[in-house]
């Protein structure tokens, strides 16, 4: 009681209306954990980012041998190497679910939320990207070659701002360092998006999975929702650490180990696997500038959601628009798979077929089914 008192009554009460006396639904599910371990996945990166700065060395001689020393001499190193690369990954499953769980309760209708959440997405993109860069293998080398070499496809400016980010005629030592200092000083930005982000959530206040408005079924946020999302943090700690001791390179492309050689091209370039699905999109499309825009469109369409006008909040309610949503689930797994094999047959025309499906979800199916069911319901 007398901690209730402190914290209400003190300087601590915005603190305390942020996070303990915070009303919230008194229905939502598991699902609505993941944003809370989107923000531990956020520190843990940075706290084991900035550790791994101390000694990593953004130069093109010694950048792959300084990885090697983190992981042989430096205590605990591997520790942080590994907890870095397998963070990112889980820091993408989570905001992949997030993601997914705010199109099926249609959390986009907090319009401010939404979009600073997609700005949120794009920035965590960009910084993944760069990070990809820093060990300097081969796939780090050929990856940032040809994802930067995109740029050219922009008529005119193109090839001048392609120049511009690599500092010379191809990545060298200065497009490494570039990479580097943004790779250290985004993460901030992100934090700050991430506060915003809150700030905007707890003004909307949060939505649950019968889609119902109203304060009427709201309880505290502590201690109810602190110990689920503190039983959240003790399975993905679990998870982490069996991955991290067990199964490190599981999710490491074989070709990282190589030292980066502009010489030598790996025989199929591919990036992180939480980039593949918009991978996919960009090869599946045979123009240069066109593949560039749906690559970029395939993370700004979720901007699509806030002309959805529906009245109900939830897909439950939309039999067809419910069923297209899983089997969009599943396409977006198919594309990752087909972004990571050859330009062949037959992945070239799945490709094409996932691609045209992708983006009729969000501009027909979804939009489109929502408001006609609710037509029908008049």
Same mark, same amino acid.
């Given at each position: 009681?007398?901690?209730?008192?402190?914290?209400?009554?003190?300087?601590?009460?915005?603190?305390?209306?942020?996070?303990?006396?915070?009303?919230?639904?008194?229905?939502?599910?598991?699902?609505?954990?993941?944003?809370?371990?989107?923000?531990?996945?956020?520190?843990?990166?940075?706290?084991?980012?900035?550790?791994?700065?101390?000694?990593?060395?953004?130069?093109?001689?010694?950048?792959?041998?300084?990885?090697?020393?983190?992981?042989?001499?430096?205590?605990?190193?591997?520790?942080?190497?590994?907890?870095?690369?397998?963070?990112?990954?889980?820091?993408?499953?989570?905001?992949?679910?997030?993601?997914?769980?705010?199109?099926?309760?249609?959390?986009?209708?907090?319009?401010?939320?939404?979009?600073?959440?997609?700005?949120?997405?794009?920035?965590?993109?960009?910084?993944?990207?760069?990070?990809?860069?820093?060990?300097?293998?081969?796939?780090?080398?050929?990856?940032?070659?040809?994802?930067?070499?995109?740029?050219?496809?922009?008529?005119?400016?193109?090839?001048?701002?392609?120049?511009?980010?690599?500092?010379?005629?191809?990545?060298?030592?200065?497009?490494?360092?570039?990479?580097?200092?943004?790779?250290?000083?985004?993460?901030?930005?992100?934090?700050?998006?991430?506060?915003?982000?809150?700030?905007?959530?707890?003004?909307?206040?949060?939505?649950?999975?019968?889609? %119902?408005?109203?304060?009427?079924?709201?309880? =505290?946020? &502590?201690? $109810? *929702? #602190? +110990?689920?999302?503190? /039983?959240?943090?003790?399975?993905?700690?679990?998870?982490?650490?069996?991955?991290?001791?067990?199964?490190?390179?599981?999710?490491?492309?074989?070709?990282?180990?190589?030292?980066?050689?502009?010489?030598?091209?790996?025989?199929?370039?591919?990036?992180?696997?939480?980039?593949?699905?918009?991978?996919?999109?960009?090869?599946?499309?045979?123009?240069?500038?066109?593949?560039?825009?749906?690559?970029?469109?395939?993370?700004?369409?979720?901007?699509?959601?806030?002309?959805?006008?529906?009245?109900?909040?939830? %897909?439950?309610?939309?039999?067809?628009?419910? =069923?297209? &949503?899983? $089997? *969009? #689930? +599943?396409?977006?797994? /198919?594309?990752?798979?087909?972004?990571?094999?050859?330009?062949?047959?037959?992945?070239?025309?799945?490709?094409?077929?996932?691609?045209?499906?992708?983006?009729?979800?969000?501009?027909?199916?979804?939009?489109?089914?929502?408001?006609?069911?609710?037509?029908?319901?008049?």
């Amino acid at each position: 009681m007398v901690s209730y008192k402190f914290f209400r009554k003190s300087y601590l009460s915005q603190f305390n209306n942020f996070i303990v006396d915070l009303s919230s639904p008194s229905n939502i599910s598991y699902f609505w954990n993941f944003g809370s371990l989107l923000g531990v996945s956020l520190l843990m990166q940075f706290m084991s980012g900035l550790f791994l700065t101390f000694h990593y060395a953004a130069n093109v001689g010694v950048a792959f041998d300084s990885v090697i020393h983190i992981m042989r001499d430096v205590n605990s190193g591997w520790f942080l190497r590994y907890a870095h690369i397998n963070g990112a990954s889980f820091f993408f499953i989570f905001i992949y679910i997030h993601i997914g769980r705010g199109i099926f309760y249609f959390s986009f209708k907090k319009s401010l939320v939404w979009l600073s959440g997609i700005f949120i997405f794009l920035l965590l993109m960009m910084v993944a990207f760069m990070g990809y860069i820093l060990p300097w293998g081969q796939m780090s080398f050929w990856g940032a070659t040809v994802i930067t070499n995109l740029i050219s496809s922009v008529p005119k400016l193109g090839e001048v701002v392609v120049f511009w980010i690599w500092g010379g005629f191809s990545v060298n030592n200065a497009t490494l360092n570039r990479f580097f200092s943004f790779h250290f000083v985004f993460p901030f930005l992100i934090m700050f998006l991430v506060l915003i982000h809150l700030v905007f959530l707890h003004n909307y206040g949060s939505n649950n999975p019968l889609g %119902l408005i109203g304060s009427y079924d709201k309880i =505290f946020f &502590y201690p $109810y *929702f #602190v +110990i689920k999302d503190f /039983l959240g943090f003790f399975f993905f700690s679990i998870l982490f650490l069996i991955l991290i001791c067990f199964f490190p390179l599981m999710l490491v492309d074989s070709e990282n180990f190589i030292m980066a050689n502009s010489l030598v091209t790996p025989l199929h370039i591919q990036p992180e696997w939480y980039y593949l699905f918009s991978y996919a999109i960009l090869r599946s499309i045979p123009n240069k500038l066109g593949g560039v825009m749906a690559l970029f469109l395939s993370i700004l369409v979720l901007a699509v959601f806030l002309f959805c006008k529906s009245k109900f909040n939830s %897909l439950s309610y939309y039999p067809v628009v419910d =069923f297209g &949503y899983y $089997y *969009f #689930v +599943i396409n977006i797994g /198919l594309l990752m798979w087909i972004g990571a094999n050859q330009v062949e047959y037959p992945f070239y025309l799945l490709g094409q077929m996932s691609s045209i499906f992708f983006f009729f979800f969000f501009f027909y199916m979804y939009i489109y089914f929502v408001s006609f069911w609710d037509f029908l319901l008049d």
